[in-house]
């Protein structure tokens, strides 16, 4: 199951996100067999997506965090999202949907 998250994550950023070329800036910091991390910033939130393997985290595979570069640096995120053992593949890519409409709402 892992292979296949972390297969649709990277077609998801290569695809869905370099349709925003224009507002949302993309860094792979690492994309290996095992992982995959991805710094997403706008004007007003910086994000960062992480798929790996399990560990003792929150989340299963995925997660999503974004944060408002508006408010103060201590803060609850702006958005966040983590992946559970009940997700499908599609499940995780429409809630990393839900995450870039976000951050686009507002910029």
């Not at 974004?66 to 999202?81: E, G, H, M, R």
């Given at each position: 199951?892992?292979?296949?998250?972390?297969q649709?994550?990277?077609?998801?950023?290569?695809?869905?996100?370099?349709?925003?070329?224009?507002?949302?800036?993309?860094?792979?910091?690492?994309?290996?067999?095992?992982?995959?991390?991805?710094?997403?910033?706008?004007?007003?939130?910086i994000g960062?997506?992480?798929?790996?393997?399990p560990?003792?985290?929150?989340?299963?595979?995925?997660?999503?965090?974004?944060?408002?570069?508006?408010?103060?640096?201590?803060?609850?995120p702006?958005?966040?999202?983590?992946?559970?053992?009940?997700?499908?593949v599609?499940?995780?890519?429409?809630?990393?949907?839900?995450?870039?409409?976000?951050?686009?709402?507002?910029?």
């Amino acid at each position: 199951m892992f292979d296949d998250v972390l297969q649709a994550v990277k077609n998801w950023v290569s695809k869905e996100l370099g349709k925003y070329n224009d507002k949302v800036n993309i860094e792979i910091i690492s994309e290996t067999a095992d992982n995959l991390l991805v710094n997403i910033d706008t004007k007003r939130y910086i994000g960062n997506l992480n798929v790996s393997m399990p560990d003792f985290r929150p989340y299963r595979y995925v997660e999503l965090y974004i944060l408002d570069t508006q408010k103060d640096v201590i803060q609850s995120p702006a958005f966040v999202y983590y992946d559970n053992e009940n997700e499908s593949v599609s499940d995780i890519i429409d809630n990393l949907n839900k995450g870039i409409k976000f951050i686009l709402s507002e910029t």
